[in-house]
């Protein structure tokens, strides 16, 4: 098995400092006599030529319970509790399937074949040229109009002691949205005791193409639909971040976050300087940059963690390990108020955050970054945890 190795220059491991979350930590052992966990399945609805899209509730019997739909895996509802005790949902969504297929921008969905941007549609494999979908400006992204996040998932769920889980399975064909190779994506949800999330990317190619996966949930750990997460905050282990030209394309340098309103390696408000004049914020809108993360092991084979995020009043607690080289920090920018949730409510600007761990934007175009060229002979293949806590 190969995973990607390429990285630009020398990340310096640091420690994350997490200052007032001493107290943090998994979610408690589940009492005697807990429910256990289980996984019950519904439809959710039909897509315009009649396939059905089912929807999984896995519930962990110790406060915790996740939807997942079939199409485009994506995850629609994430609850846990608050310090009180009192659950809630804090992922946002639709309660249709036609918002999700109309209206969606990629809520919590399966994202791929290349999660993020690729300058100008086009990257040169082996000699080869190829351009694929222009559908964000004059950039691709997403993997194109029809990704991963619009496809139905083969789906199998298991059961492993105390965890539930799903295996979802997607075949894209060489040639699907221009891209080389069959690609055979397996992506395993997890739903553990302790309040976990594990999600586990796995993928190979009958020939060479490239790979870059990630899930696009976004977040309100105070609860869908209740406002702004500006006064979420947020610690990423980043000493360093991919700047972008005015179409959000990294320009190639590793520049440092230090002195800078993009330094989160203490826990800082996410709306504390969103709105300085910094060139990157005007550029972003806010914040929709990739990090690249403080990792000991550059080898991307070890979960490390990336990013926590809290909210005061809930005292809800995300922390996310994974063992990618990046993550993308979006603060919600483009949410307008055109788009009703789940709770009933508008969705508008900075009331969901993003955090997508994965390789870096426009790698295929940046040989300096770490590759994400797949071929026959490798496996691709990541892990993603995001776990939920509370604090006093």
């Not at 918002?99 to 040169?124: L, M, Q, V």
């Not at 806010?286 to 000991?296: A, E, P, S």
């Not at 040989?367 to 006093?392: A, G, H, K, M």
Request: glycine share 10%.
């Amino acid at each position: 098995m190969r995973r990607f190795t390429r990285m630009a220059g020398n990340v310096t491991a640091t420690v994350l400092l997490m200052s007032g979350l001493a107290a943090l930590g998994p979610a408690a052992p589940p009492a005697a006599g807990a429910n256990p966990p289980r996984i019950d399945r519904d439809v959710f609805g039909t897509m315009p030529d009649g396939t059905r899209v089912d929807r999984f509730t896995l519930s962990n019997g110790n406060g915790m319970r996740i939807r997942v739909l079939t199409y485009g895996g994506i995850i629609q509802t994430i609850e846990v509790p608050d310090r009180r005790g009192r659950t809630g949902n804090v992922a946002l969504g639709f309660n249709n399937l036609t918002d999700y297929i109309e209206r969606s921008p990629y809520f919590g969905c399966i994202t791929g074949r290349y999660a993020n941007r690729i300058a100008n549609g086009r990257f040169t494999l082996d000699n080869v040229t190829y351009q694929l979908a222009q559908n964000n400006g004059v950039n691709h992204l997403h993997g194109g109009n029809v990704g991963f996040d619009k496809r139905i998932w083969t789906t199998t769920e298991f059961r492993e002691r105390d965890t539930v889980g799903l295996r979802m399975t997607y075949v894209s064909p060489a040639g699907e949205e221009n891209y080389p190779g069959t690609l055979t994506t397996t992506v395993t949800y997890r739903l553990t005791r302790d309040n976990e999330i594990r999600m586990d990317y796995r993928a190979t190619t009958d020939a060479a193409t490239i790979v870059n996966l990630t899930n696009h949930t976004y977040f309100n750990l105070a609860g869908e639909g209740s406002g702004t997460i500006e006064d979420h905050k947020l610690t990423v282990n980043a000493s360093r971040y991919t700047p972008v030209d005015t179409t959000l394309i990294p320009t190639g340098t590793l520049d440092p976050v230090a002195g800078t309103p993009m330094d989160f390696r203490r826990s800082t408000a996410i709306g504390e300087r969103i709105r300085n004049n910094f060139e990157q914020l005007v550029i972003g809108q806010g914040y929709d940059h990739n990090y690249v993360l403080d990792r000991r092991d550059n080898t991307f084979r070890q979960l490390e963690q990336a990013a926590t995020v809290v909210d005061p009043e809930s005292g809800r607690v995300l922390s996310i390990r994974t063992t990618e080289p990046g993550i993308q920090f979006y603060s919600g920018n483009f949410l307008d108020g055109t788009l009703v949730g789940t709770s009933g409510r508008v969705y508008r600007q900075t009331d969901g955050f993003a955090l997508e761990t994965q390789h870096f934007p426009d790698s295929p175009n940046k040989p300096q970054f770490p590759t994400t060229v797949l071929r026959p002979n490798q496996t691709y293949q990541t892990t993603t945890i995001y776990q939920f806590s509370t604090t006093r």
